[in-house]
């Protein structure tokens, strides 16, 4: 795993998911780990917090529940506040659909639960 992506979520949480990416496939967790956090989160044109505000809501709209869980967990490791991950979610429930934000709320909420 990258030094950029251990920064990220942490020693542990970096390793359990590299395991579960390689249990799931090899070469799937490859890419992720080599291109995803390799090459595209370590670049410098934006902040990692930034980053995270353009990532979440980008799976809300795609309903992609269990990378959305992670990166919200991810955002707010990288300085994103629950008000801006909130006000993220509601201000694209107009364009990606209030079931959409209902469950991107959700989510939230049961990882607000979890971080305390």
């Known amino acids: 795993m990258t030094v950029f992506a251990r920064t990220i979520v942490g020693e542990t949480k970096a390793e359990e998911f590299k395991a579960t990416l390689r249990e799931l496939c090899p070469d799937f967790e ?23 505000l353009i ?12 990378g959305l869980e ?21 201000h694209l429930a107009p364009y990606a659909g209030f079931p959409a934000a209902w469950e991107a709320l959700s989510i939230a909420h049961k990882v607000f639960s979890e971080v305390g």
């Open 30 to 52: 490859e890419y992720v780990i080599g291109f995803l956090s390799g090459e595209i989160w370590s670049r410098p044109g934006l902040d990692k917090r930034t980053k995270s």
């Open 70 to 90: 992670f990166n919200i967990r991810l955002a707010a490791n990288n300085g994103a506040t629950r008000e801006e991950i909130t006000e993220t979610f509601l």
């Open 55 to 66: 990532t979440i809501p980008a799976l809300m709209a795609m309903g992609r529940s269990k």
